[in-house]
């Protein structure tokens, strides 16, 4: 049972101010909540006396003022943060402000279904939690990012084409069994804009996070809000057409974005230049590791071979080409780019940025900033803490 | 001045409340706004000795129940709505709760400028409202739409495409020389989906219009409010790329669906296919007229043209290839289309309806509709009322 049951709707405000701008001052919140000093200061106060909230501290003098200080105190209890990928799997233990207490991560395979997989997450949050001596009941809530499109109400997934076998499989379900705290679910490019949301601490209203690896998924944030779309497929931008001659996809459609530059895509034109012998430094990768990774392409880009740069320069021309439709349609501040194309370096970036440019139109572009994720390979695991401190206290300020 | 000067944040609630789901009972405001009856009642006794809201006769019993209905006075004073297209004009007088007291429609030219258009949208707002007996001072607000990318908060067209002449021209300054009521300016597509959000009593969070005539333009509706983007050009659906080979556009581009599938390449196309005589119906009638419209291609499609039913396809199927790459990534409810495109008839909405069902990810469109706009030609001077209402009344709520 979370720890902020029966609390008033102003004190769940009150928290969840604090947890979205990662701390703050009695007079901050006070502001933010458009509380008055006092009547901010009798809810602190209460809080305080009921453990939800402590005083850190005196902030470092800021002209003459040295407000006090508030966090979430580490005493609550922890979140549990999963982040799985089609080939990788991230989880970590977290204290409410998002500290990390620990972290693992290692390769998984999706497709081997959610009994595999999520056997896997199970067996290592509970090596987590055992190794820092914290016993279950003491999990605040949990929550989980997947590589596919998912019913966010129910939990589950909705026929994920990247993982056939766990369509409608109760996570949920699967992880009552070890916790008593609420489970949230959500895709993980959603999850990576979430993460970037409490980076930002909701600075930014409306900018979008694209996850180019395996496939290439868009998170939306629209009016300070992660937005998922009618049905929670929002952002599933890896099959708008780019080329109307392009190759067919499993999807069914032909020139789809993903096809033609995600990172199987990369891969594949890799294999080929080698074969064709017009890339020395792939083919020696090719004749010693027997196959080519994406990011093989990016270390040959870097020591200058011509066939990995164009290769390169055609992946992020693709993705600029999708792109500058959804920035003409969206109209976003930022677009971060996260996943695994950002390994590949900063050639990358510029092809798109060049492909946006030219593309969008000059008043959608005007103040457009393209950047890598600012929180890197943490965004989707930091999304995950976020989901689950979140729709925690939201679930309380709901059904108090 | 606006009546409801000084007014307190839930007052202003309840009438913005009542505005949106035009009209309503005591028991329907209160559990709207979270009230208790008797605060509800309160609130509505004291705002109705004020003059600024009105009882209406009991509504027809539901259950026994005979709660007394509410509405916006008349006596208020009135809103004025103008729609400018690209080729026309639409003036309208409204009661607060959009009721239409008088309306005047012409043909117009934006490229005339701001000075000739403005001219004539002032004269005819003089002329209704001298025919209807209302001084200026009546007035409460004015909403207008123009057919450009616009600031919202400056009221300005910014770098318009379609008429050059108004960049940077202040329409507000405009007709503060004639009332001294505040007055707003939108993208006209925006002000369609802000008809239709009104229609709906915000029944719908998320969905999009499209308006298809001269150009091709999106009005955005997420999380239940109209969306601007970030510098107010979001909705720019126009330059969308849907062939690589396709001509080029004005802006620079090629293969944008606006200059493959609008309006004047629909005539275009038409003008074409008589020439080349491969279609009799449009043959004839460029004898007969000199010149094509794009509504002579839906009677000579009605009539069983051949040459004409190709022309609509390949338009519908253009514009349905746009929104697939759109549905994608916003997964709508609702895909509402209008403008002059909706005359055509009803085989270029199963064009759209055929290729965006191909081209979309089953997810996404499992739920999805696709249909002409339900207010029609009434979209956007409907937008412009309930811009002018809706802003009027938020300006006092944020600056009493």
């Known amino acids: 049972m979370a720890p902020w ?32 000093r006092s009547r901010a200061n009798t809810l ?19 002209g003459g003022r040295r407000p006090e200080q508030l966090q979430l105190p580490a005493e609550l209890g922890v979140l549990l943060a999963v982040d799985i990928g089609a080939t990788s799997l991230d989880v970590a ?28 997450v199970r067996q290592r949050l509970r090596e987590l939690l055992q190794a820092l001596g914290i016993p279950a009941r003491r999990v605040l809530g949990i929550g989980m990012g997947v590589p596919g499109p998912v019913n966010f109400e129910a939990g ?17 379900d699967y992880l009552r069994e070890d916790y008593a705290a609420p489970v949230f679910v959500d895709n993980d490019v959603n999850l990576m804009a979430l993460g970037e949301l409490w980076r930002l601490q909701r600075g930014l209203s409306n900018f979008l996070v694209i996850k180019v690896g395996t ?34 996809c499993h999807c069914g459609n032909v020139g789809c974005v993903e096809a033609m530059a995600a990172g199987p895509a990369i891969v594949r034109m890799a294999q080929a230049a080698a074969e064709r012998g017009e890339s020395p430094a792939l083919a020696a990768v090719l004749r010693t590791q027997g196959r080519i990774e994406a990011i093989d392409v990016g270390h040959a880009s870097r020591a200058g071979d011509v066939a990995a740069n164009a290769i390169i320069q055609r992946a992020g021309s693709l993705i600029g080409q999708m ?20 390994q590949i370096g900063p050639l990358f970036l510029a092809a798109v940025r060049q492909s946006v440019y030219q593309r969008s139109l000059a008043l959608s572009t005007r103040h457009l900033e393209i950047q890598y994720t600012p929180l890197g390979t943490d965004a ?4 995950a803490g976020v989901l689950a401190m979140h729709e925690t206290l939201r679930a309380r300020g709901v059904a108090p």
């Open 5 to 36: 049951n029966g609390l008033s709707a102003a004190e769940l405000d009150l928290l969840s101010t604090l947890f979205w701008s990662a701390g703050g001052s009695r007079h901050g919140m006070a502001e933010r909540l458009g509380f008055s």
């Open 44 to 62: 602190i106060a209460g809080l305080i006396e009921q453990g939800l909230l402590a005083e850190a501290g005196p902030r470092a003098s800021t």
């Open 93 to 120: 233990v977290m204290q409410p402000d998002l500290t990390v207490l620990a972290r693992h991560a290692e390769a998984v395979d999706v497709r081997e279904g959610p009994g595999v997989v999520l056997a896997r």
């Open 156 to 172: 589950q997934l909705v026929n994920p084409p990247l993982m056939p076998g766990w369509d409608s499989f109760s996570i949920r």
């Open 215 to 248: 496939g290439i998924g868009c998170g939306i944030v629209c009016h300070g809000e992660v937005y998922r779309g009618a049905a929670g497929s929002a952002g599933d931008v890896g099959h708008i057409c780019v080329d109307q001659q392009g190759p067919r």
């Open 323 to 342: 792109l500058a439709s959804v920035v003409n349609f969206f109209n976003p501040s930022h677009v971060f780019i996260g996943g695994g194309i950002t």
């Open 380 to 383: 989707g695991v930091t999304g």
